[in-house]
C-alpha cells in the first residue's frame, strides 16, 4: 500500500507544537513525515500519496494505558466504591474463580473496544488468567501482556510459577510480552529472583504492584499489621530492596500504586530510571489518603497514568483519568499531564521507540479529536476531555463500533 496523508484541523507536532492545517504522511503503518505546510502537502500528492482531509478534526498520539486489568471488565459496577482492599481482593479473587473462560475472555474484549472509543490505543494489561493472551489479539488494541506470577511465598509454588511462566511465554521474544511478579508481599525473593534473567534475557517489560496499602508496608517490614495472621512469616524487607535484590529494578520497570513510599525510596526509582504508574480513578474508588506526587516529582520519577480495572474505577476512560488527575494535582502543567498518558506511559511499557508522539518512524497510531474553538491548549485537552471522532492504530482506522 502506498503513502497516505492526513490532513488535519490541527496537528499536535512530535515537538509538542499544534500546527493548524499540517498533516500526517503516513507508509506501512508508520508515521512517515509530518507536513507542517500546504506546500509539503501538494509535494506529497504530487508524489502518488493519497490524501484524506479530517475536516477540523485535532489529531494527536494515541493515548497509552499503562495498567489495567481488562479481563475484570466483568465486573464493571459490582462492587461498592470505598470497599476495604482486603474485602476487595477477597470478592474479586472468589467471583473471577465463579465464572467461566468464555466470560473472561468477553471481558477483555469488552474492556479493549471500551479503551478504544476513548482514544486509547496501546494497553499494558495484566493477565491473571489467560483470558487476556487469548483475547486481546482478536481486537485492534496494540498491547503489551504482563503475565502475572505469584507463589503466595510457598516454595512449592515457586517453581511451579517459574516453569509456567516460561512455558507461557512464546518462544522468541516478542515486544508484546511482558511479566508482573504480583507484588513483594506476594512474590517470594526466590521467585523474583528466578523471574529476573527471564526478563533481562528476553528484554521483557516488567510490571510489579508496589506500596499500595500500608497495610503490605507493615507486613513487609515488620511481619507486623492487619495482614500479618494471614500471610506468615514476614521477609522484613523493604519491598523495593527485595526487588533490587533479585535484580528486578530497572528501567523496563514499572512499579503500580506506590501509595506508602518510605524515605528515600522515590529517590532509588528515580536512580534506577524506573516508572511509577499512578491511577488515579482506582485511588478515588478505594478513597485513598492524597497520592505523594510531589516527592516522586521531587525526586524525578517517571509518572505514567493507568486505569486499573473496572472492578475498582468507574471508567476506562483516559480523558476522565487526566481531567481527575489535573483536578487533584493543579500545580503539575497540563503539558506534563499529556505526556504521563502517552510518552511516558509508553516509556513504561518499554515502547518509547515505538508509540507516545508522532516521530517519523514511530507507529501511526492517533487520534482525531472534535477540535476546540480558538487555538488548542494542553489544557483544553486535558480539562475539557474533547470527544473522539476516529483512531488509527498502524495506519489504520479502527471500527468503534463493530459488530459482534
Ligand atoms: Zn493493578
Redesign the pocket.
Known amino acids: 500500500m502506498g503513502a497516505e496523508v492526513l490532513l488535519c484541523g490541527w496537528l499536535l507536532a512530535p515537538d509538542e507544537r499544534w500546527i493548524r492545517g499540517g498533516a500526517l504522511q503516513v507508509e506501512r503503518g508508520r508515521v512517515a513525515r509530518v507536513l507542517a505546510s500546504p506546500r509539503a502537502v501538494a509535494r506529497a500528492r504530487r508524489a502518488g500519496a493519497r490524501v484524506r482531509d479530517l475536516g477540523e478534526a485535532l489529531v494527536a498520539p494515541g493515548f497509552v494505558d499503562a495498567?489495567?486489568?481488562l479481563e475484570l471488565t466483568f465486573l464493571t459496577g459490582a462492587l461498592k466504591p470505598g470497599l476495604p482492599f482486603g474485602a476487595w481482593v477477597r470478592e474479586v479473587v472468589a467471583r473471577r474463580a465463579a465464572v467461566g473462560r468464555s466470560v473472561l475472555e468477553r471481558a477483555v474484549e469488552t474492556g479493549a473496544r471500551e479503551l478504544l472509543r476513548h482514544g486509547t490505543t496501546t494497553v499494558g494489561d495484566?493477565d491473571t488468567t489467560g483470558a487476556s493472551a487469548r483475547a486481546l489479539v482478536r481486537t485492534p488494541l496494540r498491547h503489551v501482556l504482563f503475565r502475572e506470577v505469584l507463589d503466595a511465598y510457598d516454595p512449592l509454588r515457586t517453581h511451579a510459577a517459574l516453569r509456567s511462566v516460561s512455558r507461557a511465554l512464546a518462544p522468541r521474544a516478542r515486544r508484546v510480552e511482558g511479566l508482573s511478579p504480583h507484588a513483594p508481599f506476594t512474590t517470594s525473593l526466590a521467585l523474583l529472583a528466578g523471574l529476573a534473567p527471564i526478563a533481562r534475557r528476553r528484554e521483557l517489560a516488567v510490571s510489579i504492584?508496589w506500596s499500595?496499602t500500608e497495610a503490605e508496608v507493615d507486613w513487609l517490614e515488620r511481619g507486623a499489621g492487619p495482614l500479618a495472621p494471614l500471610l506468615g512469616p514476614s521477609p522484613r524487607r523493604a519491598g523495593l530492596e527485595l526487588l533490587r535484590d533479585a535484580g528486578l529494578l530497572g528501567r523496563r520497570t514499572s512499579l503500580?500504586?506506590g501509595n506508602h513510599p518510605r524515605r528515600g525510596e522515590p529517590e532509588a526509582l528515580a536512580r534506577a530510571g524506573a516508572t511509577l504508574i499512578h491511577?488515579p480513578g482506582?485511588h478515588a474508588w478505594f478513597g485513598r489518603e492524597p497520592f505523594p506526587l510531589a516527592r516522586y516529582r521531587k525526586a524525578g520519577v517517571r509518572i505514567a497514568l493507568?486505569t486499573?480495572?473496572s472492578a475498582?474505577n468507574d471508567t476506562l476512560d483516559p480523558r476522565a483519568e487526566l481531567a481527575r488527575f489535573a483536578r487533584l494535582h493543579p500545580s503539575v502543567p497540563t503539558r506534563e499531564v499529556w505526556r504521563m498518558a502517552t510518552i511516558d506511559a509508553a516509556a513504561a511499557l518499554g515502547l518509547a521507540d515505538l508509540i507516545g508522539t508522532l516521530a517519523p518512524g514511530r507507529a501511526a497510531d492517533f487520534v482525531a479529536f472534535d477540535t476546540p474553538r480558538g487555538a488548542p491548549s494542553f489544557d483544553e485537552l486535558v480539562h475539557a476531555r474533547p470527544a473522539v471522532r476516529a483512531v488509527w492504530i498502524a495506519g489504520r482506522e479502527v471500527d468503534l463500533e463493530p459488530r459482534t
Open positions: 495498567h489495567a486489568h495484566i504492584h499500595e503500580v500504586h491511577c482506582c493507568g486499573d480495572s475498582s
